[in-house]
């Protein structure tokens, strides 16, 4: 008898229902895969209630250590589910605006989710790094799938290039884990690492740490490994790009707190100052590059990056409140980034991508709710109180200062301020500026309306923040 | 002390063959000297008793991998003159980072830890030891869940591959036989009623 195989159940689940997806696909005859996509919600809806009744309260573990089931894995996987959920109701929106539906698509999005899962439960470096291989190769090829548009297919390239690149350097530093401790589950590194190690092995360890750091900050797009970010953002269709700015951020984190604080808590005062560093040029190339943009993928590319650097404080701090902090963050940041790109799509249509600053003239005039639904997006995005994206930025800030970096704490709000600008401008072009041409927006009834709960969901979490607050904290405790 | 020479034999020329890898001009011979290198890795994996992995070595990457590389560098038939360009221009920058990172980790590697303190001399186990056996056994019972995943990610890379290359539609240039059997006479010739014409002349 396998042991404590209920705990994985909703992973089962999910791949079998993604193989059923795939097989359906070929059933489903309409042009616009209505009962592939159906069906892809459906899952993720059976997921998502599988995760709340199978999941324990307690930390507990599974296939010989090579799967954790614990409060944070729970929470983690619900929000990714519920991510994703959305996320693909938008990308069937732009799909079937642009008549490109199809039903491979959204099998891939279903296993790129099950690869999160996986990487949010992962106890062990070997689950981790095949968790992020399937993830990973579903979004390479999601990308890829638009082979009549050749920004897509570069942007797939690159992609896949430099994730190929991250991949290895992520193997190497865990080979070198495995070859010091000789053990692949994080509880035995960290145990290994608790228990003292001499300087010898002490610098093997450290050696290890810095090509994970690199690994987990190329898959970031952290400074100096952000190359890729705006280049993918704004090559790929922005069905995909919305995918890939939001549920695999909080797989990213989750990767994150697994290696470092699960795996290698103890060897926090080496991998703090490889964050600052990381977390300080995000901050400062994000923000001050983004100013100069044009094309707001582009742009919320950059911003990305600037989030990632304010994301890492949390993590810096090295605390379990910090850890809530970063994970608060990272949730807020993708409910954010889901509506901005949300908008995009919801300016778009046939054949037109509404990707430069200029589609958004004089919106207010054109539509004044979602040009107010931007105006709350932008400026959560800013950090304007009492606006979610504040809170965000207030508890990771609170946790940098709480450890005594006041002077990081510094640098970021400067950095908040410098990036602020460019936020406020996409409102001032659609409250000040006149249209170019006053068309009437075509949007579907269901777009309009999951756009508006999208909005909303940020003002509403603005002024109860401690209940998400909470959760997180919980779910790290 | 024979199992030595064979090691240091099989050793320096896998390292030779590595180099050559990367250096020679001609693609083919780059992919064939690879093949190279995973032959002498294989042999250095049987001196050391993992003579399943030394056979699956052989099998799957020089046998199907490379085969299927050899194949690709000669369709696609690379004019690398071009990417060569900026060689030159490039050189000093990437020496100097080459050689800062061959410091920062040679000071690492040659230091402490490599010093055969820390290594296990590999013992030979009994002779009756199946390395098979012994693989199968692990991947089924403690590695499970990560074998399983694997599987995942082979299926999503084989649903990539046939999305990315199949193409439907007019493009495609393949004939139906169903199509082909089950035509009518009506469908090819079309009968028609003309009025008789006087011969001329």
Same mark, same amino acid.
Request: proline share 3%.
């Given at each position: 008898?396998?042991?404590?195989?209920?705990?994985?159940?909703?992973?089962?689940?999910?791949?079998?229902?993604?193989?059923?997806?795939?097989?359906?696909?070929?059933?489903?005859?309409?042009?616009?895969?209505?009962?592939?996509?159906?069906?892809?919600?459906?899952?993720?809806?059976?997921?998502?209630?599988?995760?709340?009744?199978?999941?324990?309260?307690?930390?507990?573990?599974?296939?010989?250590?090579?799967?954790?089931?614990?409060?944070?894995?729970?929470?983690?996987?619900?929000?990714?589910?519920?991510?994703?959920?959305?996320?693909?109701?938008?990308?069937?929106?732009?799909?079937?605006?642009?008549?490109?539906?199809?039903?491979?698509?959204?099998?891939?999005?279903?296993?790129?989710?099950?690869?999160?899962?996986?990487?949010?439960?992962?106890?062990?470096?070997?689950?981790?790094?095949?968790?992020?291989?399937?993830?990973?190769?579903?979004?390479?090829?999601?990308?890829?799938?638009?082979?009549?548009?050749?920004?897509?297919?570069?942007?797939?390239?690159?992609?896949?290039?430099?994730?190929?690149?991250?991949?290895?350097?992520?193997?190497?530093?865990?080979?070198?884990?495995?070859?010091?401790?000789?053990?692949?589950?994080?509880?035995?590194?960290?145990?290994?690492?608790?228990?003292?190690?001499?300087?010898?092995?002490?610098?093997?360890?450290?050696?290890?740490?810095?090509?994970?750091?690199?690994?987990?900050?190329?898959?970031?797009?952290?400074?100096?490994?952000?190359?890729?970010?705006?280049?993918?953002?704004?090559?790929?269709?922005?069905?995909?790009?919305?995918?890939?700015?939001?549920?695999?951020?909080?797989?990213?984190?989750?990767?994150?707190?697994?290696?470092?604080?699960?795996?290698?808590?103890?060897?926090?005062?080496?991998?703090?100052?490889?964050?600052?560093?990381?977390?300080?040029?995000? %901050?400062?190339?994000?923000?001050?590059?983004?100013?100069?943009?044009?094309?707001?993928?582009?742009?919320?590319?950059?911003?990305?990056?600037?989030?990632?650097?304010?994301?890492?404080?949390?993590?810096?701090?090295?605390?379990?409140?910090?850890?809530?902090?970063?994970?608060?963050?990272?949730?807020?940041?993708?409910?954010?980034?889901?509506?901005?790109?949300? %908008?995009?799509?919801?300016?778009?249509?046939?054949?037109?991508?509404?990707?430069?600053?200029?589609?958004?003239?004089?919106?207010?005039?054109?539509?004044?709710?979602?040009?107010?639904?931007?105006?709350?997006?932008?400026?959560?995005?800013?950090?304007?109180?009492?606006?979610?994206?504040?809170?965000?930025?207030?508890?990771?800030?609170?946790?940098?200062?709480?450890?005594?970096?006041?002077?990081?704490?510094?640098?970021?709000?400067?950095?908040?301020?410098?990036?602020?600008?460019?936020?406020?401008?996409?409102?001032?072009?659609?409250?000040?500026?006149?249209?170019?041409?006053?068309?009437?927006?075509?949007?579907?009834?269901?777009?309009?309306?999951?756009?508006?709960?999208?909005?909303?969901?940020?003002?509403?979490?603005?002024?109860?923040?401690?209940?998400?607050?909470?959760?997180?904290?919980?779910?790290?405790? | 002390?024979?199992?030595?020479?064979?090691?240091?034999?099989?050793?320096?020329?896998?390292?030779?063959?590595?180099?050559?890898?990367?250096?020679?001009?001609?693609?083919?011979?780059?992919?064939?000297?690879?093949?190279?290198?995973?032959?002498?890795?294989?042999?250095?994996?049987?001196?050391?008793?993992?003579?399943?992995?030394?056979?699956?070595?052989?099998?799957?990457?020089?046998?199907?991998?490379?085969?299927?590389?050899?194949?690709?560098?000669?369709?696609?038939?690379?004019?690398?003159?071009?990417?060569?360009?900026?060689?030159?221009?490039?050189?000093?920058?990437?020496?100097?980072?080459?050689?800062?990172?061959?410091?920062?980790?040679?000071?690492?590697?040659?230091?402490?830890?490599?010093?055969?303190?820390?290594?296990?001399?590999?013992?030979?186990?009994?002779?009756?030891?199946?390395?098979?056996?012994?693989?199968? *056994?692990?991947?089924?019972?403690?590695?499970?869940?990560?074998?399983?995943?694997?599987?995942?990610?082979?299926?999503?890379?084989?649903?990539?591959?046939?999305?990315?290359?199949?193409?439907?539609?007019?493009? *495609?240039?393949?004939?139906?036989?169903?199509?082909?059997?089950?035509?009518?006479?009506?469908?090819?010739?079309?009968?028609?009623?003309?009025?008789?014409?006087?011969?001329?002349?």
């Amino acid at each position: 008898m396998l042991p404590q195989i209920q705990l994985v159940i909703p992973e089962l689940v999910l791949l079998c229902l993604a193989s059923i997806a795939l097989v359906l696909d070929t059933y489903s005859t309409s042009k616009n895969k209505v009962l592939t996509f159906r069906f892809v919600q459906i899952s993720l809806l059976i997921v998502i209630a599988l995760i709340f009744v199978v999941s324990p309260d307690t930390q507990e573990y599974a296939f010989n250590n090579h799967f954790i089931s614990d409060p944070m894995s729970v929470v983690l996987k619900l929000v990714i589910c519920i991510i994703s959920l959305v996320v693909f109701f938008y990308s069937y929106e732009y799909l079937k605006e642009h008549e490109n539906v199809k039903g491979e698509y959204f099998v891939l999005g279903l296993f790129a989710v099950l690869g999160m899962m996986i990487m949010s439960s992962a106890a062990s470096l070997l689950t981790i790094y095949l968790g992020l291989e399937l993830l990973s190769l579903s979004l390479y090829s999601m990308i890829a799938m638009h082979k009549d548009s050749l920004t897509a297919s570069e942007a797939a390239m690159k992609y896949f290039v430099l994730g190929a690149l991250a991949s290895g350097m992520l193997l190497y530093g865990i080979s070198m884990l495995y070859g010091v401790t000789g053990v692949l589950d994080l509880q035995g590194i960290s145990s290994f690492a608790n228990a003292g190690v001499d300087a010898d092995m002490n610098i093997m360890l450290v050696f290890g740490l810095v090509f994970i750091v690199v690994g987990i900050a190329f898959k970031l797009g952290a400074v100096p490994f952000h190359m890729w970010v705006p280049d993918i953002y704004e090559g790929s269709p922005t069905a995909v790009t919305l995918f890939i700015s939001t549920a695999p951020k909080i797989a990213a984190f989750a990767m994150t707190i697994r290696l470092l604080s699960d795996g290698l808590q103890d060897l926090l005062s080496d991998w703090q100052g490889m964050l600052i560093i990381l977390s300080l040029l995000s %901050m400062a190339v994000g923000n001050i590059i983004a100013i100069s943009q044009t094309n707001i993928k582009r742009m919320l590319a950059y911003s990305t990056i600037a989030h990632v650097g304010f994301f890492l404080l949390g993590i810096i701090s090295g605390t379990a409140s910090g850890y809530a902090g970063s994970m608060f963050y990272i949730i807020v940041y993708a409910i954010m980034s889901m509506g901005s790109f949300g %908008m995009i799509i919801f300016l778009g249509k046939k054949g037109y991508e509404a990707d430069q600053l200029d589609d958004f003239k004089g919106l207010a005039k054109r539509s004044p709710w979602y040009a107010f639904i931007m105006l709350i997006l932008m400026f959560s995005m800013a950090g304007i109180p009492p606006l979610i994206g504040f809170w965000a930025k207030w508890f990771v800030i609170k946790e940098v200062v709480a450890m005594g970096y006041v002077w990081l704490a510094a640098v970021a709000v400067v950095f908040s301020v410098i990036g602020a600008f460019y936020y406020l401008r996409i409102i001032k072009l659609m409250y000040f500026d006149e249209p170019d041409e006053m068309l009437a927006i075509k949007a579907s009834r269901e777009l309009r309306l999951v756009l508006s709960v999208n909005g909303m969901v940020i003002l509403i979490l603005g002024f109860i923040p401690g209940a998400l607050m909470a959760l997180c904290l919980s779910a790290l405790s | 002390m024979i199992t030595q020479y064979i090691f240091y034999f099989f050793a320096a020329l896998l390292i030779i063959a590595a180099g050559m890898v990367v250096t020679v001009r001609n693609p083919v011979h780059a992919a064939l000297f690879l093949v190279l290198a995973f032959f002498s890795t294989s042999a250095v994996w049987l001196m050391l008793e993992a003579e399943f992995l030394a056979i699956v070595l052989i099998l799957v990457y020089v046998g199907a991998v490379m085969v299927l590389f050899l194949f690709v560098v000669m369709m696609l038939d690379i004019n690398l003159v071009p990417m060569r360009e900026g060689f030159a221009r490039f050189l000093p920058v990437g020496i100097i980072i080459a050689l800062l990172m061959a410091i920062a980790m040679g000071s690492v590697f040659t230091a402490i830890y490599f010093n055969g303190a820390h290594l296990d001399v590999v013992t030979p186990t009994a002779t009756d030891v199946n390395n098979s056996r012994e693989l199968g *056994k692990l991947l089924f019972t403690e590695y499970l869940y990560p074998f399983e995943i694997a599987g995942a990610i082979l299926l999503v890379a084989i649903v990539a591959a046939i999305s990315l290359t199949l193409r439907t539609g007019r493009s *495609k240039k393949t004939q139906d036989p169903s199509a082909q059997v089950s035509v009518k006479r009506a469908d090819r010739v079309r009968m028609v009623k003309m009025k008789s014409e006087k011969k001329s002349g």
